[in-house]
């Protein structure tokens, strides 16, 4: 199996500037994501305004995205729905 290289999270960046290697990897979907969870951001120690402009905690953003995969089974999409039949080939 070949190795996987996987970029680093930087420490830290302004929203703005949020890096393209780091999901949701395009602006109007960071728009949405903080828009929709910004006080779930800021409870989790992921988005600080150490003055005008929101900061994300790279760490703290990691944590926080991987307390959410737990979630993921539960979603009501066709992969994870276990009553499905697989065509065999």
Known sequence: ?????????????????WPAS??????????WLIH???AELTRAGVLVRPSRNLVVIGAQYISWLQRQ??????????PNDK???VASH
């Not at 190795?3 to 929203?15: A, C, G, N, R, T």
């Not at 780091?22 to 728009?31: D, L, S």
């Not at 995969?69 to 066709?78: L, M, T, Y």
């Open 1 to 17: 199996m070949p190795k996987i290289e996987v970029e680093k999270v930087p420490h830290s960046w302004e929203l703005k500037n």
């Open 22 to 31: 780091v999901w949701p990897h395009g602006y109007e979907a960071v728009r």
């Open 36 to 38: 929709s969870k910004k």
């Open 69 to 78: 995969s737990s979630r993921v089974a539960d979603f009501a999409i066709a």
């Open 83 to 85: 009553s499905r039949k």
